[in-house]
């Protein structure tokens, strides 16, 4: 059985070549029957500033304290998809507590 740890939501921003916007991150965190820790990370943004900016596939995450990470659409972007997108990171699989505050140490506030 999967115990849910926490999820909400922190401001960070999206970087596309070195153009930058805020946006809100979403983290859900769990832990797994086999003791081991998953967090999802994904955001939502505007299509068209992700394809001004050149964006297709890939953009970095700059999270709370300057952390990065790549978040990616499924296919590739294009003006025929939603106005709102989601992109989204691998889970990451993080083996102890101690590692889990170390990596995302935003999951600690509140």
Not at 40 to 47: I, K
Not at 68 to 77: A, D, G, N, S, W
Request: aromatic content about 8%; proline content about 3%.
């Amino acid at each position: 059985m999967t115990e849910h740890l926490k999820e909400a939501g922190y401001s960070g921003q999206i970087d596309i070549g070195g153009s930058r916007s805020p946006v809100t991150y979403k983290l859900k965190a769990c832990r797994e029957d086999d003791g081991a820790f998953h967090v999802a990370v994904s955001l939502t943004t505007s299509r068209d500033w992700l394809l001004k900016h050149g964006f297709r596939r890939q953009a970095t995450l700059v999270r709370q304290g300057g952390y990065q990470m790549p978040v990616h659409f499924e296919e590739t972007l294009n003006v025929a998809d939603n106005i709102s997108v989601t992109l989204r990171a691998d889970d990451a699989v993080i083996a102890s507590m101690d590692e889990l505050k170390r990596k995302f140490p935003e999951l600690q506030a509140g």
